[in-house]
């Protein structure tokens, strides 16, 4: 079963830092790269950042020296570390891996993990 799960969102205060992890099963997971997007309420999902296979990262602008993302092929998981958090960054955080070019491209979302950041 194609999967993506998931986990380590919650509430934290501004400042404060969260690590989210997504744990991928049913794909070649060195195979795709690995993205986090977020959705904030009333809001549009938005790109967050990204790894490819081989390990490049890029991030949004708003988070670029605050978020770090980073996966672990051995564990088929990827990861997304946030230091530095604002109320801004309250979202419902999704992961997405993707592979393939044209007809063999494919992709699998996670459920979303919900990270509030407030006092």
């Known amino acids: 079963q194609v999967q993506l799960v998931e986990s380590g969102g919650g509430l934290v205060q501004p400042g404060g830092s969260l690590r989210l992890s997504c744990a991928a099963s049913?794909?070649?997971?060195?195979?795709?790269?690995m993205g986090w997007y977020r959705q904030a309420p009333g809001k549009q999902r938005e790109y967050v950042a990204l790894i490819t296979s081989g390990g490049t990262t890029d991030y949004v602008d708003s988070v670029k020296g605050r978020f770090t993302i980073s996966r672990d092929n051995a564990e088929n998981t990827a990861y997304l570390q946030m230091n530095s958090l604002k109320p801004e960054d309250t979202a419902v955080y999704y992961c997405?891996?993707?592979?393939?070019?044209?007809?063999?491209?494919?992709?699998?979302w996670g459920q979303g993990t919900l990270v509030t950041v407030s006092s």
């Open positions: 997405h891996a993707e592979s393939g070019l044209g007809p063999r491209y494919s992709e699998v």
């Open positions: 049913g794909i070649i997971f060195s195979d795709n790269a």
